[in-house]
């Protein structure tokens, strides 16, 4: 973090209005991970679940990236050197790179990379602009927070759809991946922190995707031969079952010892992509949804 950067966040701050705040509050939407889940439902159970489990996958290992490196950065919020903070729930972990930017620069550039429409690149260009920018206004993070953020997200956009195309067997890729991070969860684990449990969290996520490919091989795919409200009703169903699923699990993370508590929200993630990757096409194929 430069000195620049700071007195360039309290410049913003003097420009904010309450109808400014709700518009970047708005925007900043896009980079939560509400609207991941949403998304990634919506095209597992009634789009194609090859290209969900890939955004989905890119995604999860690049906000486990971007929690190492936070980790191991530890730069502080620009709130706690007097900078005031919109949205301060939302504002978890340390500073460095930017969670929300990269996440959305990953998931939307993903597709842009994917579908080489010239349109949908601009639209994505756009976009990350403006969700990284909100996160400036906002409060939440630096200049150089941000800007990395973008880097990394295309960055690991690109890399995963290569992967995606040069590796057969999918399997393989996801697994290597949780393998790789697992040297620095464990090693995360032992210096715990509570800011750490982002890491934790899409460390979880991954590792349910690794289970959930596996679980796949024997399984007979969902259809999506089916009547649009019947697409429409595994979405809601989808979507209700991860959030409460998370929000409830999260109940019982209660624990004063940092190391257990983050490790519950390892656990939880990974139920939940379980659930909704795995038990709920069961589901839908049981009862003919």
Sequence with gaps: MFAFELEFLKWLEGLRTNFLNAVFEGITL????????????ALWFAVDKKLA????????????????????????????????CV??????????????????ATWSSFFAVKFKKTWLTILVAVLVGLV??????????????????????????????????????LKKL??????????????????????????FKTFGMVGGMVAVSFLDEKTEPLSYDVAWWKKLIRIVIGVVLAVALKEVIKL??????????LLIDAV?????????????PLLFKKIKL
């Design 174 to 199: 996801y697994l290597g991946t949780l393998l790789v991070l697992t040297p620095f969860i464990v090693y995360f684990l032992f210096v715990a922190d509570p800011l750490f449990a982002d890491l």
């Design 87 to 104: 949205r301060l729930d939302t504002a978890t972990g340390y500073a460095f790179p930017s969670g929300h930017t990269q996440g959305f």
């Design 132 to 169: 990284a920018f909100s996160r400036l206004y906002l409060g939440a993070h630096y200049p150089s927070d941000v800007i990395v953020g973008i880097a990394l997200g295309v960055g690991i956009a690109i890399l995963g759809n290569y992967l995606f195309e040069k590796v057969k067997d």
């Design 268 to 280: 939880r993630y990974f139920i939940v992509v379980i659930t909704v990757g795995y038990l709920c």
């Design 252 to 261: 019982v993370n209660v624990f004063d010892v940092i190391q257990i508590s």
């Design 53 to 84: 489990q890939q955004v989905f996958f890119v995604t999860a290992t690049s906000l486990s990236v971007n929690g190492i490196i936070k980790n191991f950065a530890k730069v502080p919020r620009p709130f706690t050197k007097g900078v005031s």
């Design 30 to 41: 896009l980079g939560e991970e509400t609207l991941i889940i949403l998304l990634v439902v």
